[in-house]
């Protein structure tokens, strides 16, 4: 059985942050997480990955503010967003790739806006 669930979105203003979780449930070898996320009208673009060995990839956009972790026990990959800008406004999803397949989970809205 496939999950990933994410959560933190929301409604906040410029300057704020959010935290964002992905809970992921899969039972295959996982060798990258990854954070995309999507506005209207645009397509779907990577924000921040982070593979088993902890090596970490970062959209230039968003280098200095947001931060991609994950903890193995809670099997939880999070998104630390920090000085929002509206830009920033998106569906926001994560990912898990494996050596077969690559899984998303639903989304989760974030939009700032003052």
């Known amino acids: 059985q496939v999950r990933l669930v994410e959560s933190g979105g929301g409604l906040v203003q410029p300057g704020d942050s959010l935290r964002l979780s992905c809970e992921v449930s899969?039972?295959?070898?996982?060798?990258?997480y990854g954070w995309y996320r999507q506005a209207p009208g645009n397509q779907r673009e990577v924000v921040a990955t982070?593979?088993?060995?902890?090596?970490?990839n970062s959209a230039d956009s968003v280098k200095g503010r947001f931060t991609i972790s994950r903890d193995n026990a809670k099997n939880t990959v999070f998104l630390q967003m920090n000085s929002l800008k509206p830009e920033d406004t998106a569906v926001y999803y994560c990912?898990?790739?494996?050596?077969?397949?690559?899984?998303w989970g639903q989304g989760t809205q974030v939009t700032v806006s003052s």
């Open positions: 990912d898990a790739r494996t050596f077969a397949h690559t899984y």
């Open positions: 982070i593979s088993n060995t902890g090596a970490i």
């Open positions: 899969i039972m295959e070898y996982i060798y990258e």
